[in-house]
């Protein structure tokens, strides 16, 4: 059974960074339009930012110029490059991706299992 893993969340003083990574649990053949989700609680999951099929970035007008998407495909990993870190983003950080786990199967949506992101002011 194929996951993705976050990893890099932590505790931070706010005007700090942090970087998030996200990796499958396995080998896998390729990973596309990853996203990175953030949710507090009894808020809904929002998205952060996403990396298009085109590689093209979106970013959530509350993080724009602060934090930055990125993938390695050598790799299969996705990361989030968070600065000038706020007391709002404090949350749950998810990965989503797009997963082919063989160059014969079908593409499936995976979500990984979270990283705490706490930000003190």
């Known amino acids: 059974q194929v996951q993705l893993v976050e990893s890099g969340g932590g505790l931070v003083q706010a005007g700090g960074s942090l970087r998030l990574s996200c990796a499958a649990s396995?080998?896998?053949?390729?990973?596309?339009?990853p996203a990175w989700y953030r949710q507090t609680p009894g808020n809904q999951r929002e998205l952060v930012a996403a990396l298009s099929i085109s590689n093209r970035p979106n970013y959530a007008d509350s993080v724009k110029g602060r934090f930055t998407i990125s993938m390695d495909n050598a790799k299969n990993t996705v990361y989030l490059e968070m600065n000038n870190l706020k007391p709002e983003d404090t949350a749950v950080y998810y990965c989503?991706?797009?997963?082919?786990?063989?160059?014969?199967?079908?593409?499936?949506?995976?979500w990984g299992q979270g990283t705490q992101v706490t930000v003190s002011s």
């Open positions: 989503n991706a797009e997963v082919k786990l063989s160059v014969s199967t079908m593409w499936n949506n995976y």
């Open positions: 396995v080998t896998v053949f390729e990973i596309e339009r």
